[in-house]
């Protein structure tokens, strides 16, 4: 968690950020629309993958944010304690986001 006092490192990106995720939304209604109109499961299926591959590219912005942002912010601080924490929490982040 991020000091009331600080933004968040994707703050600058924010707006643009937001578009891309209303892009993705707008592809999963297209996916419900498809599901609705009962289209070809393959055809389902490599839109499922259009939409996971844009949710994993906002996921790695918002990593690499964090990692030049945060980690970096800490480290230049010299707080050594706090970088490893951070460190620590993107493995969890890269973690989470291979499983996906």
Do not use: F, N, W
């Not at 209303?22 to 389902?44: A, F, K, N, P, W």
């Not at 259009?50 to 970096?72: F, M, N, P, S, Y």
């Amino acid at each position: 968690m991020i000091p009331v006092d600080q933004h968040p490192g994707y703050h600058g990106e924010q707006a643009r950020l937001l578009a891309r995720l209303r892009r993705i939304e707008g592809q999963v209604r297209g996916l419900q629309r498809m599901i609705e109109s009962e289209t070809y499961c393959i055809d389902v299926l490599t839109q499922v993958s259009a939409v996971t591959k844009a949710l994993q590219g906002v996921g790695l912005e918002l990593l690499d944010e964090h990692l030049r942002h945060c980690v970096a912010g800490a480290a230049a601080s010299g707080d050594h304690a706090r970088t490893d924490e951070l460190v620590h929490e993107a493995t969890r982040a890269v973690e989470r986001l291979l499983r996906a």
